[in-house]
């Protein structure tokens, strides 16, 4: 008899999945030309990826990251920020990263994920409350469970029962913070950050704002959704990645000097990893400055969006936003909509299924986001494509 397998349940685990319609599989994406590639050998355009200003393939990026590295004279510092980690270009990616979101300081994390894991985690305690929306990214929701605070999840967008929760605790003097998503990245909207920023000073809260999809895409200067809404300076901490509109890696706490001092006292993922290379600190620059200096992707990615909408909902499709460039078509059954985005693959687009446990059970949708780097001829062929699927009844 073979010995007892104490990982059975891994193999177990992943049979009941494929059962349901939930197993996933890493698939390898080459790119060629634009947003166009080829997906385990397959060509397609790429609706799948969070590179909303078409920086994706910019070789600025590439030129800037490789004239640090031989400025620096390596590739890794070999030591965590507190100890030798910390570079002139950490510094000035710093600077300007406080500088863009317009903040008197900022920390750099090596992902979206540490900052939002660091900065929660860190301003937070045992006995004082979190108020999370219901749709916070899982990054925030691992964050709000390593806290060790209380957390409230308030259902999403809904002001009158955070309102409500806050009250209670002001009464009780406990220690309180407020953290969304700016925008929801499965639903494609948008938080209400002008009530957000009311409730949060009515109540004495801390507002964190996860900016991760809204940075480099929203407002005129892409300094993201608070400018966007008009509250740009009335957001204490916001947090964002440059894995999004920068198409880099890296993640952001922008907040005033003595918080940004604080996390470096007590951020864990900041403290105990090792620095990002110089090199990607340089290419994230290039990145912010531009955010800055070519407003004309954000107006070439919001007018792809218009279109887009507007096309889709002429189809009658079931979309869950429209404010965003992340538009999802809800489909409901986990099984179809894998169908459906295979047969979209088939036709050349690739959109993804997103299903539990990313969102709820039976709210399986096919999710497109779209960039600047979307040629006309792309969004045609996506267009063909949605249509095809429409034909066949598909809706939800
Ligand atoms: C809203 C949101 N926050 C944070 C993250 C994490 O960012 P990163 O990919 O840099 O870890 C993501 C996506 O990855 C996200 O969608």
Known sequence: MPPPDPLHFCADALFDLAGRGLRRTLRTWIPTEGMRGTLDGRPAINFGSNDYLGLGRDPRLAAAARAAAEEAGGWGPAASRLLAGTTPW???????IARFKGTEGALFFPSGYMANLGTLTALSEAGSLICADALNHASLVDACRLSRAEVFVYPHRDMAA???????????????????????????DLAPLPELVEIARRHDAALVVDDAHATGVFGRKGRGAAEHLGVADEIPVTLGTFSKAAASVGGFSAA?????EFLIHRARPFIFTTAPPPALCAANRRALELFDGEPERRDRLWANQRGVVDELRGMGCRLTGTETPILPVLIGDEAAAV????????????VPAIRH????RGSARLRISLSAAHTEEDLRTLFRAMQEFRGRGGSE
């Not at 950490?90 to 300007?96: C, F, I, P, R």
């Not at 002001?170 to 407020?178: D, E, N, Y």
């Not at 005033?256 to 940004?260: E, K, L």
């Open 90 to 96: 950490h510094n000035g990616l710093e600077s300007d």
């Open 162 to 188: 955070l309102n409500a929760r806050l009250a209670d605790a002001q009464r009780r003097g406990t220690r309180r913070m407020i953290v969304t998503d700016s925008v929801f990245s499965m639903d494609g």
């Open 256 to 260: 005033s000097a003595t918080v940004v």
């Open 339 to 350: 169908a459906v985005a295979e047969a979209l693959l088939a036709a050349g687009c690739y």
């Open 357 to 360: 446990p990313t969102v709820p």
